[in-house]
């Protein structure tokens, strides 16, 4: 839904598009209303041309206040399940659908997550698309149903197609080097469940899964 006010993130978007440069330019989009309840913007952080992108859904309040991607719980949990699939961090690319946090009330001093509207992931998606273009990795792995609709559309559940080689939709969004995808669940949601241990290990053999398809 661009509109006048906010016409998506195209116009901020820097060119060259280096990911340096992204990431002083995200701190100045206006591209939906995220930005206005935000500390600032947190763009992906990572190994320049890692083989494997994980994107989540939006930053939450320790990275909204941090700055960094995936540094609160379910960034640790992420962490403990990379290391499970025998993948170092610091060998991927990790990034979210939507870079401003969004958030409703809050429980105690914590701000309380709010999913972003359709709207708003698909006016922050060329933010998401250039860093796919400037990494090039061979795999993404899509956490949750939000990262799979800023790729596959508002439809897109992540369902049966988790923990597969999912093609790259080649006819709507174009890429210099397309990569498969991979869906699986996000961590918070591991944290959330009740049976956290069979679903930890089931997003370890989601990722177990990518790294076969994104060989060093
Ligand atoms: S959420 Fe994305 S599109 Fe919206 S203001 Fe932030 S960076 Fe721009």
Redesign the pocket.
Known sequence: MASEE?P??EP?VPSPASLDACRLA?QA???????RD?TQ?VFGEGRDGARMVLVGE?PGDREDLAGHPFVGPAGRLLDDALEAAGVARDDVYLTNA???F?HEGTRGKQRIHKS?ARW?VA??Q??LLTELDAVRPAVVVLLGATAGQAIYGPTFRVGATRGTAVPWPTDRLSLAEPPVCVPTVHPSAVIRSRTRDADFAALVADLDVAAGLAPR
């Open positions: 906010y998506g993130a901020f995200v989009c206006r591209g939906c209303d995220l930005f935000a913007a939006q939507v870079k401003h969004r972003p708003q006016a922050c060329p933010w």
